[in-house]
């Protein structure tokens, strides 16, 4: 083949088509190229001009673009970023829809304006959230109304009997002070400045009150025992009884290792039954009465954790049991002393008037109550609030404050109200004004418990607003509510 055919042969080769060989190769075809035609008188061809101007132009280009393509990517990933922000927020995109404020403000009120009906027998106020000041507060802002308007002189709480009777004793003139009675509460959200006021306020008023008229303080929980087998051993001494056998099954603040859950619940039902024998044949029936009520404390507790054991999920209803148990017991104690009503707080969970667990099966502790004494007889007072920064613990025993909005309607219109706190009275609500369909209809309501607020959940609680809201209406769970437009978190004491 001569040189003429060679050229010939590489000019077939479409120029065009060595855009697509790399940069290397398409050097070394064009100084093949270029020799042989300038032997025949051919133009001479530089590889560093024409094509290879177009060329480079084209990888310019290609760069632009893909510089143009990462920063549309970044974009989409930050705006993605935002609105994932936004949503965990405010728990939504926005904090929804707002009840009629003019309407809302026609009636709602002031918290002092509370008022109970004649027959009402169980006074229950609802917190939202366990971890905001605000909410305790409120316990004692709505006490203060039971005691002067309405002679409630019985407060009881969600917290284990005995741990309440050391905080009685102390508004009783015990020794100590207000902060060592909340400790011994048991739980952390009652070791709060606000729990002690409370206190103080109750020991203040004993001291001034006349014989008989003095406030009485109660817990209506089992789930601690320290306390409560303390006061069993006290009451049985005083009884005369024989403590011997009570007294192996502690060692130290926990239960002995020496009795299982069986045994220690047997013990227990036949304390309960020599001591109910014994009560009809006594005259220290209020000496009976009470250890009698202790040892079913002990007994519930046992009960109680053996369940949670066996089947954690099936035993959610067994302490609303009990403390709708407990809360009947109190109230009886009330009216042998002439009182016809008492005053119980805790979470709203608890205290609902219709309330179940998932699935519908176990009612709370608030639906047991209506079912008993009647649904005129237990006037319930759900709270909620617009914004909360709430206090949770965490597994490593530390508490973190988070921030969720309850997307509650009502909460809303009371917070464009220009309301701190205010109250709203579903009974004088009329049924044909847009604040009524919101009352009497599905809405959003918040509801955080003491859950940690760290790992998987803290996770799920950022992604899922239904974790901590509840879609309910509202009228079937209270009689009137208590909006809070900013809750703060509590400060718990060490």
């Known amino acids: 083949m001569d040189f003429r055919e060679q050229i010939r042969q590489m000019e077939r080769v479409n120029i065009n088509d060595m855009e697509r060989v790399p940069e290397w190769a398409r050097d070394e075809q064009l100084e093949r190229i270029v020799p042989l035609k300038e032997l025949w008188g051919y133009p001479k061809i530089s590889a560093d001009t024409g094509q290879r101007s177009k060329i480079k132009g084209m990888k310019s280009k290609k760069k632009k673009n893909t510089a143009v393509r990462r920063i549309v990517v970044i974009c989409i990933l930050a705006a993605l970023v935002l609105i994932g922000a936004v949503f965990s927020h405010f728990g939504g995109f926005g904090t929804g829809e707002s009840a009629d404020p003019e309407e809302f403000a026609a009636y709602a009120g002031q918290i002092s304006e509370i008022t109970i009906p004649e027959n009402t027998r169980i006074i229950a106020l609802g917190e939202a959230t366990h971890g905001n000041r605000e909410f305790q507060q409120l316990k004692l802002d ?62 203040g008023y004993n001291e001034t009150a006349a014989d008989g008229d003095d406030i009485r303080f109660y817990g209506f929980d089992m789930q601690r025992t320290e306390y409560s087998y303390q006061f069993l051993l006290e009451e049985l001494k005083s009884l005369g009884h024989d403590t011997a056998e009570l007294e192996k099954l502690r060692d130290g603040e926990d239960w002995s290792a020496l009795y299982d859950h069986e045994e220690r619940i047997l013990l227990f039902t036949e304390l309960r039954q020599d001591l109910s024998e014994r009560a009809s044949a006594s005259d220290k029936d209020q000496a009976i009465d009470k250890a009698v009520h ?151 309501m918040g509801s955080l418990g003491e859950n940690p607020m760290d790992g998987l959940n803290g996770i799920v609680y950022r992604i899922l607003p239904y974790a901590y809201r509840i879609w309910q209406v509202p009228s079937e769970l209270y009689d009137g509510m208590i909006f809070v437009t900013e809750a703060h978190p509590i400060s718990v004491n060490n």
């Open 142 to 203: 709505v006490f203060q109304i039971m005691v002067e308007r309405y002679g409630v002189r019985a407060f009881a709480l969600e917290g284990d009997y005995g741990g309440c009777e050391v905080v009685n004793r102390y508004i009783h003139g015990g020794e100590g002070t207000a902060k060592e009675a909340a400790a011994a509460i048991g739980f952390a959200i009652y070791r709060t400045g606000e729990m002690e006021e409370l206190i103080s306020w109750m020991r």
């Open 294 to 444: 202790l040892a079913d404390i002990l007994l519930q507790n046992q009960v109680m954790e053996k369940a949670y054991e066996e089947n954690f999920a099936g035993a959610n209803g067994i302490p609303d049991q009990y403390m709708a148990d407990n809360t009947m017991w109190i109230l009886e104690q009330e009216e042998k002393r002439g009182n016809d009503r008492i005053f119980i707080t805790g979470h709203n969970g608890h205290l609902e008037q219709s309330g179940t667990y998932v699935g519908g099966e176990n009612k709370v502790m608030g639906n047991l109550l209506t079912d008993r004494i009647g649904k005129d007889a237990y006037f319930a007072i759900g709270t909620d609030f617009y914004k909360t920064t709430c206090s949770f613990p965490t597994s490593s025993g530390k508490r973190v404050n988070r921030t969720f909005y309850s997307r509650d309607p009502l909460a809303k219109a009371s917070r464009k109200n220009g309301y701190d706190f205010s109250w709203l009275d579903f009974s004088i609500i009329p049924a044909d004004v847009g604040v009524a369909e919101m009352v009497n209809g599905y809405i959003f």
